[in-house]
């Protein structure tokens, strides 16, 4: 993402960085928040359980809809997309070998998690420190040999006080959807919520500790690539890792950190496979979704009927769609839906005023509220920037308002 978040904000180093700072704080005011809601209700589906507890059937059904047709699927789909750009960095693809390079990834992650949780959360751990000490030396070489700033020779400290003109705020808005996708998952973590051991204290500590590393490691990446590239080769590079550490290190070098980051977004991708299925098993068992999919099955015992049925979808979207496109559905409707999850909590503190929480979000009433009011700047942002993708995700939104009332009126039918 640093390559296209440089050309929402005009080259502006400094405004760049900023993004990734406010998209970190953005989100750690939600992990906050979320901390308390899943250490008081550990169930599973996560925000489909807080939305539905708090306002209704019918908002708590639309979310778990669209984290089904856009959210969850799209994510996987944008991930896979990335996967076979950066396959492509290795073994050049035609555009029908990158479509079924992205398609197979989707696949792999898929069989593994219906195999069972242990196995997905075991290869996740492993991916997840083989990236971060991946990224750790390549941030850490980068800085220490990229000298400069590119061709132009312009020293750091210039780039990074040159004043930003209004074209390049203008763009800071845009380049959040870009960040926000970046930071795209922590959300998740909810919906295994009934499958973890002691929720009510790892929960908010993860969530805690987790962001705050994020936004560290992406910070200091995005300064690293700086570095070494310059803003104007950054600015224009899509795969930015393996541009360079190829301007710094050499070719060679540029493919085996595009290995490094193909396990790292597979490991993504497969944490979006392991967590989401959980929503719709939850909805399958409200009796408001597909039956089959709150189908546990005998043998690995995960709801491997769920877990195939997104798989099958992520997979359409990612041969279909592009990558840019993609990001956009994801984070439009995603986040219509985090601040309303995190508004729930002052549904839920009104009922059960004055009761011993487990967890409470500090700076409370001020630290779910702003991100309440963030999250409908993101969405208003994105109708105004991208009104089209915009338009698709809130059609996907409307599509589900006739789907409700069909299983709520099947549910309701008396049996034959």
Do not use: C
């Not at 992990?31 to 807080?50: K, Q």
């Not at 808005?173 to 295994?192: K, S």
């Not at 600015?235 to 950190?257: E, H, N, P, Q, W």
Request: aromatic share 14%; proline share 4%.
């Amino acid at each position: 993402m640093p390559g296209p978040i440089l050309r929402d904000v005009g080259g502006s180093v400094r405004l760049s960085v900023m993004v990734w700072v406010a998209g970190g704080v953005l989100s750690l005011l939600g992990a906050l928040t979320y901390g308390e809601l899943t250490a008081m209700n550990p169930a599973a589906g996560g925000l489909y359980v807080y939305v539905r507890d708090a306002f209704g059937e019918l908002p708590g059904f639309l979310y778990g809809w669209t984290l089904f047709w856009v959210i969850a699927t799209g994510t996987n789909a944008t991930l896979a997309v990335a996967f076979s750009n950066y396959l492509n960095q290795i073994v050049p693809l035609t555009k029908l070998e990158g479509q079924l390079a992205a398609v197979a990834m989707i696949g792999v992650a898929t069989v593994v998690n219906v195999l069972g949780t242990r196995r997905s959360t075991d290869l996740n751990n492993w991916a997840t420190w083989t990236k971060l000490i991946a990224i750790a030396a390549m941030s850490a070489a980068l800085l220490i040999l990229g000298r400069g700033w590119g061709h132009g020779g312009a020293r750091a400290a210039e780039v990074l006080t040159t004043p930003a003109g209004g074209s390049m705020f203008a763009g800071f808005g845009v380049a959040m959807i870009a960040v926000l996708w970046a930071y795209e998952g922590w959300q998740w973590v909810t919906y295994t919520a009934s499958e973890t051991i002691n929720p009510q204290r790892n929960f908010p500590r993860g969530f805690l500790i987790g962001t705050l590393l994020l936004i560290v490691v992406y910070v200091v990446a995005d300064v690293a690539y700086l570095v070494a590239l310059g803003p104007a080769d950054a600015a224009r590079s899509d795969t930015i890792a393996a541009t360079a550490v190829a301007a710094v290190l050499g070719s060679d070098t540029a493919k085996f950190v595009a290995l490094t980051i193909l396990i790292s977004v597979f490991s993504s991708a497969n944490s979006g496979v392991l967590m989401a299925p959980r929503v719709f098993y939850a909805m399958a068992r409200d009796r408001l979704f597909f039956r089959r999919l709150a189908d546990v099955s005998p043998r690995f015992h995960t709801p491997a009927f769920a877990i195939v049925t997104a798989g099958i979808w992520s997979a359409i979207l990612a041969w279909s769609s592009t990558f840019q496109q993609l990001f956009t559905y994801v984070v439009f409707a995603g986040w219509v839906f985090y601040g309303l999850a995190a508004a729930s909590i002052f549904v839920f503190r009104r009922r059960a005023h004055g009761a011993k929480r487990p967890y409470s979000v500090p700076g409370y009433p001020w630290t779910p509220l702003a991100f309440v009011l963030a999250s409908g700047a993101v969405v208003i942002n994105t109708i105004v920037a991208d009104w089209r993708d915009a338009a698709f995700g809130l059609g996907i939104m409307a599509l589900g308002l006739p789907a409700y009332f069909f299983w709520r009126s099947r549910r309701s039918a008396p049996a034959a």
